[in-house]
Structure formats: structure tokens, C-alpha cells
């Protein structure tokens, strides 16, 4: 095992020499799209969604016993998830629809709103029916029940007991 030889170097040895235009040599500056267009990602979103449901989550159950089942339970659709298939992030994502702002970008935003509709749906049904939890779901859909216990008891008098 060869040992490695300690370096002194410091910063100002490695750094690019003085006045140097090095980044003009780039042939093009900053990431490509993702996608090139609205439909492009309409279909990425399409194999995102084939993918969940052709890949459920496995979970191992023993309900006490010896033996070992394994469960197959339905795979949410998530904008994150979406994005991680993607080889995205989510903010890159809220980034990418907040700057559809022209004519020519209102095909994308369809898409964007179309893919948010099919998860917010398919999420609010799994609950709606059992398959989802539907306390965990309620919250990430924003969706919860205002009520209010404050009692408005008007001032009773006061009572003297002699």
C-alpha cells in the first residue's frame, strides 16, 4: 500500500492565474432544460405515474407470528417523488413554474397545473377510500376541519350565598 505524500500547496498555488477569461472558452453557460417541451414533460410525468403503480411500496408484516408476510400497498403520486424521478428537485420545480409567465409558455403551465391536479386527485381518493392514510393525506393536501371550542358564555352575576 503506497502512502499518499503530504502536499503543501495552498490555495493561492492552485488558483487560475490572474486575468483569466477561461470561462469564455464554454461553448454554452448553465444547465440545458429539462425539458425542452410541454409535452416532453407531460410524458415524463405519465411514466412517473406507470412507475408507481407498477412499483407498490413492500412491507414486511408478522402480526406476532413466526411467519413473515409481505404487503403490497398502493405508491402515493407526490410532486417530490415526481421530481426524484426527474432527476430534479422540488424547488427546481417551483422555480421552473414560477418563471411560465409568457404566451409562449402557457402549454407548460398546463401540463404543470394538469400533473398537480392528477396527484392532488389520486391522493384525495386513495384517502377517501382507505388506501391512503387519511390523517397523513388530509394534511399534506392542506385539507383540515376548522373548529372552533371557544365558548361565548354570557357573564352570569354574581351570586352571594348567605
Known amino acids: 500500500m ?3 505524500e503530504k502536499t503543501t500547496e495552498t490555495l493561492s ?40 403503480e407498477a412499483n407498490p411500496i413492500i412491507a ?13 400497498f398502493n405508491r402515493p403520486f407526490t410532486l417530490k417523488g415526481f421530481c426524484i424521478y426527474c432527476d430534479a428537485t422540488e424547488h427546481w420545480y417551483v422555480e421552473f413554474k414560477k418563471a411560465l409567465n409568457s404566451e409562449k409558455d402557457k402549454d407548460f403551465l398546463y401540463f404543470c397545473r394538469k400533473i398537480e391536479d392528477i396527484v392532488y386527485n389520486q391522493k384525495f381518493e386513495g384517502a377517501a377510500i382507505g ?7 388530509a394534511r399534506d393536501l392542506g385539507l383540515s376541519e376548522n373548529i372552533n371550542q371557544n365558548l361565548n358564555i354570557p357573564k352570569l352575576p354574581d351570586v352571594i350565598i348567605k
Open 2 to 4: 503506497r502512502r499518499k
Open 13 to 52: 498555488d492552485m488558483a487560475a492565474p490572474e486575468g483569466n477569461q477561461f470561462w469564455k472558452l464554454r461553448s454554452k453557460h448553465g444547465r440545458d432544460k429539462l425539458f425542452k417541451t410541454p409535452e416532453l414533460l407531460w410524458e415524463a410525468a405519465c411514466e412517473y405515474f406507470e412507475w408507481c
Open 60 to 72: 414486511q408484516d408478522n402480526k406476532g407470528t413466526k411467519n413473515v408476510n409481505e404487503v403490497q
Open 131 to 137: 388506501i391512503f392514510n387519511a390523517n397523513i393525506i
